[in-house]
Nanobody, 126 residues
Framework: QVQLVESGGGLVQAGGSLRLSCAAS????????MAWFRQAPGKEREFVAAISWRGGRIDYADSVKERFIISRDNAKNTVYLQMNSLKPEDTAVYYCASDRHQFTPRLSNSNEYDYWGQGTQVTVSS
């Protein structure tokens, strides 16, 4: 079992930045791919960014490319999402997810992930 706890959400003006963190505990962290998804009110959950367990594979949704950066520190059992140039349409609850398998064929596929955090709210005002 893996427990995931997100932090770093909040209220920010458009154009601002936030850094989300997701701390993992339980089973060996470094063997899992990690990802961020988000869900806005009235919308389905959507993929944001993902990183493989060694960091060699990274994927981003088109809507966040050039603005968001995902990274991980396996020594700290933590994955990060640096969000820059935030837009009102980035407003959502952001969820961290991890895959218990060593290889994740499609990093953007939510069905690949076995463990999910409770989410952290990000609100971007115009």
């Amino acid at each position: 079992q893996v427990q995931l706890v997100e932090s770093g959400g909040g209220l920010v003006q458009a154009g601002g930045s936030l850094r989300l963190s997701c701390a993992a505990s339980g089973d060996t962290f470094s063997t899992y791919a990690m990802a961020w998804f988000r869900q806005a009110p009235g919308k389905e959950r959507e993929f944001v960014a993902a990183i493989s367990w060694r960091g060699g594979r990274i994927d981003y949704a088109d809507s966040v490319k050039e603005r968001f950066i995902i990274s991980r520190d396996n020594a700290k059992n933590t994955v990060y999402l640096q969000m820059n140039s935030l837009k009102p349409e980035d407003t959502a609850v952001y969820y961290c997810a991890s895959d218990r398998h060593q290889f994740t064929p499609r990093l953007s596929n939510s069905n690949e992930y076995d463990y999910w955090g409770q989410g952290t709210q990000v609100t971007v005002s115009s």
